[in-house]
């Protein structure tokens, strides 16, 4: 059974920073593209970030250059540095694989407030 554990959320300040992460069980993790997501209050879940099993970062032109995403094969984790956020960073972020084949876990809470 697949796994997906996020941590690492909390209130931050504007312009500081975070470090989010995802402990993933019950997959092959190395070989998996994994993403990481996010739904702020009344909109849709979103796609943030993706890192492929080759290597190879996306970023949503909202976060380019801000938020920067990386993994730890042996730990089975993949991670999100958030720096610089804004407000409108709000929102419970998932990681999943990309694209999302697996149920979600339940999230860890990003707030971006004074």
């Known amino acids: 059974q697949v796994q997906l554990v996020e941590s690492g959320g909390g209130l931050v300040q504007p312009g500081g920073s975070l470090r989010l992460s995802c402990a993933a069980s019950?997959?092959?993790?190395?070989?998996?593209?994994m993403g990481w997501y996010r739904q702020a209050p009344g909109n849709q879940r979103a796609l943030v970030a993706t890192?492929?099993?080759?290597?190879?970062?996306n970023y949503a032109d909202s976060v380019k250059g801000r938020f920067t995403i990386s993994r730890d094969n042996a730990k089975h984790t993949v991670y999100l540095q958030m720096n610089s956020v804004k407000p409108e960073d709000t929102a419970v972020y998932y990681c999943?694989?990309?694209?999302?084949?697996?149920?979600w876990g339940q999230g860890t809470q990003v707030t971006v407030s004074s």
């Open positions: 999943n694989t990309h694209p999302a084949y697996h149920s």
């Open positions: 019950g997959i092959i993790f190395s070989i998996n593209n």
């Open positions: 890192l492929s099993s080759f290597g190879r970062t």
